[in-house]
């Protein structure tokens, strides 16, 4: 089977200073024209380090795609590397040089003398046409391996994948098949997941599935591979069924569906409505639920009762309750949920209210403690969590546990 591997250049990478979301979507499609992707590599805007990742790249894949340093800068030397690595010369591109010249030619602007260095190839290479930049990609063989490099603007990058590369190398990849399948998860933790699921995650499986981890959201990702279609669509039920069968409920959605998407719609479908309040998440969970186009059609109410004064005038919280409880208590976050639900006569209303750090917390009440309530005539329910993270993770977990409440309580 046909691997690929990924090479990303550039300091900027290196030091943290920009996020390489390049990678990401370059790997997401190569897996799906059928190549999956054994190696990522970031390395140093250096001619001798961009030359040892491509001899390492090369030595593990058939196809290499890398990214960065095409430009006009001292720093971008990335020809100048692979035209080393190739053991080549550099050309100049008489078509290529007349092409930039236009470029800059319809934005009224005269072309810098340093940009004719974007109109040289290694010798035996492609150029690849840039449409919304002046870098052009580059298209190359080496010992009957392809080699891809492409700007790193990612929207240059994007454009020239699409237009000059990716067909060719879905037709590069004829005869071996990917199909890929993500189930989302929340509820438990990766290890109570990962306990359950058994060997069925094991390193040597097709399919195979991997587990990746993000604001307690757990995705599970089926990646079969074969020679026909049917046969891996086949494999891919079969193991979803399975994890179906194992995870239950903890299982919401598939794909990249959000929490908030998947409450909404089973609102909708069941005509139900919505009214939230909040405290520590601070409006949080109502962007998320409004983030989802045509939450109107369920959300009616959110106030963002931050101080215990507010929860007291604006809800109606019994100020006794405040006083006797503290505003982080199950007895508040609760008195929240129905003051709420009553004020906006929706079918269901949640309360939250907690300590999102990083001052307020006390031995009792720690930071990272946060009272949830989900109120609805089949009564108040109410979860105690704790959340040891900093303040935004704490507040965004928070909102999502509510939203899971609400889910699993749709699904009663």
């Given at each position: 089977m046909k691997k690929a591997s990924i090479i990303s250049v550039g300091n900027e990478l290196l030091t943290g200073q920009?996020?390489?979301?390049?990678?990401?979507?370059?790997s997401s499609r190569l897996l799906s024209a059928g190549l999956p992707v054994v190696g990522v590599f970031a390395t140093a805007d250096e001619i001798d380090s961009?030359?040892?990742s491509l001899e390492r790249a090369t030595s593990d894949s058939d196809i290499v795609v890398m990214t960065g340093g095409l430009g006009p800068t001292d720093d971008d030397i990335t020809r100048q590397a692979l035209a080393k690595f190739l053991d080549v010369q550099l050309e100049l591109q008489g078509e290529l040089l007349e092409q930039l010249k236009m470029f800059f030619a319809k934005r009224s602007i005269e072309m810098p003398q340093r940009c004719e260095a974007q109109a040289y190839v290694p010798a035996g290479a492609k150029p690849l046409l840039n449409k919304l930049g002046s870098a052009p990609g580059i298209v190359t063989e080496y010992q009957n391996k392809k080699i891809v490099v492409?700007?790193?603007v990612p929207a240059e990058m994007k454009q020239i994948f699409e237009d000059s590369v990716f067909a060719e190398l879905k037709e590069y990849a004829r005869g071996q098949v990917t199909v890929i399948h993500r189930l989302k998860c929340f509820g438990a933790p990766e290890s109570?997941?990962?306990e359950k699921l058994g060997n069925i995650m094991e390193r040597h499986r097709n399919p195979l599935i991997n587990c990746t981890v993000s604001s307690g959201i757990i995705s599970l990702t089926i990646?079969?591979?074969?020679?026909?279609?049917?046969?891996c669509e086949t494999m891919v039920e079969q193991d979803e069924k399975q994890l179906r069968s194992i995870l239950g409920d903890l299982i919401y959605g598939i794909g990249d569906v959000s929490l908030a998407e998947v409450v909404g719609e089973k609102l909708a479908g069941q005509n139900k409505t919505l009214s939230v309040a909040e405290s520590c998440t601070g409006g949080l969970l109502s962007k998320l639920i409004t983030d989802v186009p045509g939450a109107s059609r369920y959300f009616t109410h959110g106030w963002i009762t931050y101080a215990d004064n507010a929860k007291i005038n604006e809800l109606?919280?019994?100020?006794e309750l405040v006083k006797k409880y503290g505003v982080v208590s199950e007895e508040v976050a609760g008195s929240m949920a129905r003051c709420a639900r009553r004020k906006s006569n929706t079918t269901f209303a949640i309360g939250i209210s907690g300590i999102a750090g990083p001052g307020g917390g006390t031995e009792e009440k720690p930071v990272g403690l946060v009272h949830i309530a989900l109120d609805s005539q089949a009564g108040c329910k109410h979860q105690r969590m704790f959340f040891p993270r900093k303040r935004d993770a704490i507040r965004l977990r928070a909102a999502l546990t509510a939203?899971?409440?609400?889910r699993l309580q749709l699904e009663i």
């Open positions: 920009t996020l390489d979301s390049n990678s990401a979507y370059i961009i030359v040892k492409l700007p790193g109570q997941i990962a990646i079969a591979q074969g020679s026909e279609q049917k046969q109606g919280v019994p100020e939203l899971n409440m609400l």
